[in-house]
C-alpha cells in the first residue's frame, strides 16, 4: 500500500510513532509520538541513554515491531497498513538487518549464510552474485568457511553481506560494533560507511559509542522515548557533550 504526500527521497519516515508495552496501569510508553526521517543514501547514527527508546525505533522502523499508533513509511509505502504476510515479504525484499550478535547459522559457510535470506524468500541466488557481496566486505576468499572458522569481524562482514546481498532500500544496524574489539570496530564502520559512499545505501546504526557515532552524517538523539535534536557532521567531542547533556 502506497500512500501519496510522503516524500519517496526519504528511504524511512516515521510520523507520530508511539509504542506502548504492558497493559493497562502497567503500561509502559518505549516511543513517545517520534517523528523522523532518514534520507537515502545517508548514514545515520541512533544514540541515547539505555531505555530511550533506541532499539525500539529501529524495530519499528525495520517492521520487526509494530507501534502502537502512527504511521511508518519505507520509501511511499505505509507499512503500518500492511498485513503480517506482506511485511514479511517487504522486510525480506526492502530491508537488511545487521545485529550485535552476527546471527549466522553455525552449520552454514559463509557463501550458504549469505544467501540463506534470499533462498528463504524463494529466490535462488547465484553463485556470482554471492561472491560479488562477499567480495564487498572484503571477504571473497572465505566463501568456504563457517562461522566459527573466522574472527568476530570477519563474522560481522558476512552478516552485512547477507544484509545487502538483496540490494535492500535501507539497512538497520543495532549495535554492529559492540561484540568487536576497537580495531575491528573501526574497519566495520568504514565498511558500513563505504556502502554509503559508494554504493548510495541507507544506514541507520544504533549505537551507544560516540567513536562510532562519529563515522555517520546526522547522529539522531532520543531520551525518553522521544527526539532530543540532532548533530550533524558529527565528532567524538560534540556527540560525547551532547550525550553528557542528555544523561547517558
Not at 562482514?157 to 561484540?179: C, H, K, N, Y
Request: hydrophobic letters at 40%; charged letters at 20%; a positive charge.
Amino acid at each position: 500500500m502506497s500512500v501519496t504526500g510522503v516524500g519517496v527521497e526519504q528511504a524511512v519516515t516515521l510520523s507520530a510513532v508511539a509504542r506502548l508495552y504492558g497493559r493497562g496501569d502497567s503500561q509502559v510508553p518505549a516511543l513517545r509520538g517520534v517523528h523522523c526521517a532518514f534520507t537515502r543514501g545517508s548514514f545515520t547514527a541512533v544514540m541515547g541513554p539505555s531505555g530511550s527508546g533506541k532499539s525500539t525505533l529501529l524495530q519499528c522502523a525495520a517492521g520487526l515491531d509494530r507501534p502502537t499508533s502512527g504511521r511508518v513509511f519505507i520509501g511511499d509505502t505505509d507499512i503500518s497498513a500492511l498485513t503480517e504476510t506482506q511485511l514479511t515479504k517487504l522486510r525480506r525484499e526492502r530491508i537488511g538487518f545487521v545485529f550485535q550478535s552476527f546471527n549466522l547459522m553455525p552449520s552454514l559457510n559463509a557463501r550458504k549464510n549469505v544467501a540463506l535470506p534470499m533462498r528463504l524468500a524463494g529466490q535462488n541466488p547465484g553463485r556470482a552474485q554471492v561472491d560479488a557481496a562477499l567480495e564487498q566486505v572484503g571477504l571473497g576468499n572465505r566463501g568456504g568457511h563457517r562461522p566459527a572458522e573466522m574472527s568476530g569481524g570477519q563474522q560481522q562482514r558476512v552478516a552485512i553481506a547477507r544484509a545487502l546481498i538483496s540490494q535492500p532500500d535501507v539497512l538497520f544496524a543495532d549495535e554492529p560494533t559492540g561484540a568487536l574489539d576497537t580495531n575491528t570496530s573501526r574497519e566495520v564502520l568504514g565498511l558500513l560507511r563505504s556502502v554509503v559512499d559508494h554504493a548510495g545505501q541507507t544506514v541507520v546504526m544504533v549505537t551507544h559509542d560516540p567513536v562510532a557515532a562519529s563515522w555517520a552524517d546526522r547522529v539522531l538523539f532520543l531520551s525518553d522515548g522521544a527526539v532530543h535534536g540532532e548533530l550533524r557532521g558529527p565528532t567524538v567531542a560534540a556527540v560525547s557533550e551532547h550525550m553528557a547533556r542528555l544523561g547517558g
